[in-house]
């Protein structure tokens, strides 16, 4: 089955400043890859996702890369503001009725 | 606004009691439910799947006759914890999504203690 690598487990950055969370997959069949971000005692909500025909996708402050070769994916926050502070999870899956496929999670802190 | 919701968010129970937690689409008809287990500081792991009209399907390791699931109707689905103990306090989230979009939504999650 799918397995997803997620790095770094934390990440500081100062405020103003790019954070970037870095994603592996293993399953080829996989062409769904949404980010999440959770806030302390609340489900994970959607920020931004990409599918394998797309090599990137930007949202205001936000993009994210796939990278269908290397089977990679990665999250990209510019101007970094403390409301962005949270655990950041990025997740694969393939097409149909499949379940997500967590990354452990991303704490990052923006520090003000 | 919200597309699936999940009720109750929080509950305390005692150890031996059952606790049901409800997941409800509010937007489309959800043939396909999944339900994840999320423990402090950790990502969240599925449990199992539950298709509207049949039973669930249960990940490894998860007991399904401690964990039961319904999904009698295209927009409701609940997971009761039975005989609960301690280790079963987490955090338990709720998701499904429209087929072929691959986008998948999340409800606010309940958080179960059992003391």
């Known amino acids: 089955g799918e397995n997803v690598e997620q790095h770094p487990s934390t990440l500081s950055v100062q405020e103003g400043d790019s954070a970037v969370i870095k994603c592996t997959y293993s399953d080829s069949a996989s062409n769904y890859f949404p980010w999440y971000k959770q806030e302390l005692g609340k489900g994970p909500q959607l920020i931004i996702d990409?599918?394998?025909?797309?090599g990137e996708k930007k949202d205001q402050r936000i993009a994210v890369t796939l990278n269908k070769t290397a089977k990679h994916f990665s999250l990209h926050i510019t101007e970094t503001q403390p409301e962005d502070s949270a655990v950041y999870f990025c997740?694969?899956?393939?097409?149909?009725?499949?379940?997500?496929?967590f990354g452990k999670g991303t704490r990052l802190s923006v520090i003000a | 606004g919200a597309v699936v919701s999940q009720h109750p968010s929080w509950v305390i129970c005692k150890s031996g009691t059952s606790v049901k937690i409800e997941c409800r689409s509010l937007?489309?008809?959800?043939?396909?439910m999944f339900w994840y287990r999320q423990f402090p500081k950790q990502s969240l792991m599925l449990m199992a799947t539950s298709n509207e009209g049949s039973k669930a399907t249960y990940e490894q390791g998860v007991e399904k006759d401690k964990f039961l699931i319904n999904h009698a109707s295209l927009t409701l689905s609940t997971l009761t914890v039975t005989s609960a103990h301690p280790e079963d306090s987490s955090f338990y989230i709720c998701?499904?999504?429209?087929?072929?979009?691959?986008?998948?939504?999340f409800g606010e999650g309940s958080r179960l203690t059992v003391l």
């Open positions: 937007d489309f008809q959800a043939t396909t």
């Open positions: 990409i599918r394998s025909n797309v």
């Open positions: 997740a694969a899956r393939d097409s149909g009725n499949t379940p997500l496929v």
């Open positions: 998701s499904t999504g429209q087929g072929g979009t691959g986008e998948l939504f």
